[in-house]
């Protein structure tokens, strides 16, 4: 069975970076979409980026978009996000998820399930706040 660990998140000032990684175990990652998602106190769980198997395409929010970037290493069964130009509006609980699909449509396409489609696998989540 997948499981999902995400690691990397933690306490940044407004403009700084962060890189969040995903360790995927207990099965491989091929063949699977991989996606990020958030979720803010009080707010409902948003998908923020993902990316197809290989690799060769990727989406995102579009209040991310040009600022974050989702990678994958299919050797080392590992996903990663990369946050720059934080802001206090991206905090929340990170976690990244495996899928059969990943959405390349803009957000009002997006189904029930957000940003991936099938979604079998969720990872425990990883805190990131952005304040000053």
């Known amino acids: 069975q997948l499981q999902l660990v995400e690691s990397g998140g933690g306490l940044v000032q407004p403009g700084g970076s962060l890189r969040l990684s995903c360790a995927a175990s207990g099965s491989t990652l091929e063949k699977l979409a991989i996606g990020w998602y958030r979720q803010a106190p009080g707010k409902e769980r948003e998908g923020v980026a993902c990316i197809t198997f290989p690799g060769g395409s990727t989406n995102y929010l579009g209040s991310v978009k040009g600022r974050f970037t989702i990678s994958r290493d299919n050797a080392k069964n590992m996903a990663y996000l990369q946050m720059n130009s934080l802001d206090p509006e991206d905090t929340g609980t990170y976690f990244c998820?495996?899928?059969?699909?990943?959405?390349?449509?803009?957000?009002?396409?997006?189904?029930?399930?957000?940003?991936?489609?099938?979604?079998?696998?969720w990872g425990q989540g990883t805190q990131v706040t952005v304040s000053s």
């Open positions: 998820a495996a899928a059969a699909r990943c959405r390349l449509t803009i957000q009002k396409f997006w189904g029930r399930e957000g940003i991936l489609e099938e979604i079998g696998s």
